[in-house]
């Protein structure tokens, strides 16, 4: 059986369902990722950033005779934001190849055109299944990164602490678990805003004006998932030279996520993106005690922050893609299919 689900309103025991089908997945396509948990895992699934909407679909084994309800064996969710929408399906791997994967798409994809939205992105984990289920669909390659992942066990600690004090002079560094105080959200956005200009075309949301930074860490306290970031300030102007952002959530606090880290224009050459790094994962090692690796996506075009992440102990892991296609397309495809 296939409906319409909403995580806010669904029982516990959906909720831990979808967590065993989720650890499946990993287990089967991603064995070296640590295990999800159930914490704040309902949030993760319901809150969104305001003006975005996700809908979401499960497929579920009938109810049991005793009356239990069936498993949650595969999921489809789509966030709706400005103009795309942004897919993310799973499929226990005990029942992959049946065809429920296209039939969560097609579900999904009818969806997005009835809303009005022109186009449908989707992340593609490299060397799983997922990268021949969505070319089969008629999806495109649009977007390569690197994920990597530091083993915090074989950091080297000395050498660590030596690079987070190896910035020039005129610059200081400060460490702001739970986000950006808001007397530097100003400067934290302009940045932000300015790199976003002139980088490297990455996809990751950029939150560069003031309300819609504050929305974003807002919403990212809301599904459980905790900011911390070490800023770069600029003693002359008091401008945010530099800036790194880490999330560690509650739903595989092991591993954190690297998200932007940004050095502005004019602050750049003086080891400012190698210290801020080096400092974060120092106040992290005491901070989150349960912390053992941290995971980063990189263009594989941006070799100056990937040099900085293999001095720091980051290995390259795998490809990590963004694919895409156009809705109405892919609804004719579906449609046509058998
Ligand atoms: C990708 C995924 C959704 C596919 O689900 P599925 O139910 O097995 O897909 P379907 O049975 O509908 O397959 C549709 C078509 O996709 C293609 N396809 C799917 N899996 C494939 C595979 N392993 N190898 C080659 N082609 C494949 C085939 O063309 C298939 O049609 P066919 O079976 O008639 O040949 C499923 O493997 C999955 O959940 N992967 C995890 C995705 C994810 O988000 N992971 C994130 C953490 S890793």
């Not at 009835?114 to 969505?134: K, L, N, Q, R």
């Not at 349960?290 to 995971?295: R, S």
């Not at 001095?311 to 495809?333: M, T």
Request: charged share 25%; glycine share 8%.
């Amino acid at each position: 059986m296939v409906r319409e689900w909403d995580p806010r309103t669904a029982s516990s025991a959906e909720i831990a369902s979808l967590l065993d089908t989720l650890n499946a997945v990993l287990t089967a396509d991603l064995p070296q990722d640590p295990p999800w948990r159930e914490s704040s895992l309902r949030e993760y699934l319901s809150e969104v950033m305001p003006g975005e909407r996700r809908i979401s679909w499960v497929a579920q084994e009938e109810p049991a005779a005793d009356g239990n309800p069936g498993r949650i064996l595969g999921q489809v969710q789509v966030l709706l934001l400005g103009g795309i929408g942004v897919l993310e399906v799973l499929v226990h791997p005990s029942v992959r190849r049946t065809g429920l994967g296209r039939t969560l798409v097609k579900l999904a994809a009818r969806r997005i055109r009835d809303e009005g939205f022109g186009s449908i992105g989707v992340e593609v984990v490299g060397d799983t299944p997922a990268v021949a289920f969505y070319e089969s669909l008629g999806f495109a390659r649009e977007y390569v990164e690197t994920r990597s992942v530091l083993d915090l066990g074989a950091v080297d600690w000395p050498a660590l602490a030596e690079m987070a004090t190896g910035i020039g002079a005129g610059y200081h560094l400060e460490f702001c678990p739970g986000g950006p105080p808001d007397d530097v959200i100003e400067a934290y956005a302009r940045a932000k805003a300015e790199v976003r200009d002139v980088d490297d075309g990455e996809l990751r949301p950029s939150s560069y004006d003031p309300e819609r930074l504050r929305d974003s860490l807002d919403t990212l306290h809301r599904r459980g998932m905790k900011p911390y970031i070490v800023l770069a300030i600029h003693e002359q102007s008091g401008e945010v030279a530099g800036l790194t952002e880490v999330v560690v959530p509650a739903q595989h606090p092991t591993r954190a996520d690297q998200y932007d880290t940004i050095v502005v224009q004019d602050h750049r050459g003086y080891g400012i993106d190698r210290a801020i790094k080096a400092r974060m994962l120092l106040e992290l090692r005491s901070a989150e005690p349960e912390l053992a690796e941290v995971q980063t996506w990189n263009a594989q075009a941006n070799e100056a922050m990937l040099k900085v992440n293999a001095e720091l102990g980051y290995r390259p892991d795998r490809d990590w893609c963004e694919y895409g296609v156009d809705v109405a397309e892919l609804v004719h495809r579906l449609d046509a299919h058998p």
